[in-house]
């Protein structure tokens, strides 16, 4: 059972188009994060939101944690070829002692020029 | 500042081989470490992870196990591979849980495993 389901799970889009990728699940989380990955590289976090309702920016990817801590979302703005990669998102869920995240299962952005 | 490394980057190994991956941290003392497995650029799939030297939990149940026997070392290894085993892996490490703190886990730069 996926704990995060990530939607979509393609997008091929042309430069300078607006985006979104959601990040859905019924459980609650303490916080969640933002991982892009480039191929045959290790994810590298892009943000860590905590606070239900909290808005974050960087640059052209603005980042929304829901009001009930369960979903976010990322929005990327005028896409880039560079944009294009692997975006996780990664919830920690306190209940558990270790510091485990749960991954979801990406999407893959692909921005053409 | 933090650095982790794996090795090897890439390896092609036989049915039936035997497999041993190393992970290693500098720059950091007692972190958490964990082993995940990643098929065709997809989502991620804990496969192991340690809170102390010696210490090992295991997510799923498969072919491969893991070890620590040195602080910031982790190691994961097979008797036997199946192709199944062919993937992504990569290690990462993220601090000690404490109260208040959200983990951030910081990833190596994996290992492209092919088992033929």
């Known amino acids: 059972t996926q704990l995060l389901e990530q939607s979509p799970q393609f997008l091929s889009i042309q430069e300078g188009e607006n985006l979104t990728v959601y990040c859905n699940s019924s459980?609650?989380?303490?916080?969640l994060q933002w991982y892009r990955q480039e191929p045959g590289e290790g994810p590298v976090l892009l943000v860590t939101v905590v606070t239900g309702g909290e808005v974050k920016k960087l640059k052209r990817l603005t980042f929304q944690f829901g009001d009930a801590r369960k979903d976010s979302s990322l929005h990327i703005t005028a896409a880039q070829p560079g944009d294009t990669g692997l975006y996780l998102c990664a919830g920690d869920n306190r209940g558990s002692t270790l510091g485990r995240l749960y991954f979801g299962r990406g999407t893959q952005l692909t921005v053409w020029p | 500042s933090q650095t982790i490394h794996q090795w090897p980057a890439t390896l092609v190994q036989p049915v039936g081989s035997p497999l041993s991956l190393e992970c290693t941290v500098e720059?950091?003392?007692?972190?958490?470490l964990y082993w995940y497995r990643q098929a065709a650029g997809r989502g991620l799939q804990l496969l192991f992870y340690s809170v102390g030297i010696g210490q090992i939990s295991s997510e799923v149940p498969q072919n491969l196990s893991a070890s620590r026997p040195q602080d910031r070392q982790f190691i994961l290894s097979s008797k036997k591979l199946l192709l199944s085993d062919s993937g992504f892996y990569l290690c990462a490490w993220s601090h000690i849980r404490t109260s208040g703190v959200t983990d951030t886990q910081y990833f190596g730069p994996g290992t492209r495993l092919t088992v033929l």
């Open positions: 720059g950091t003392s007692n972190p958490n």
């Open positions: 459980s609650v989380f303490s916080s």
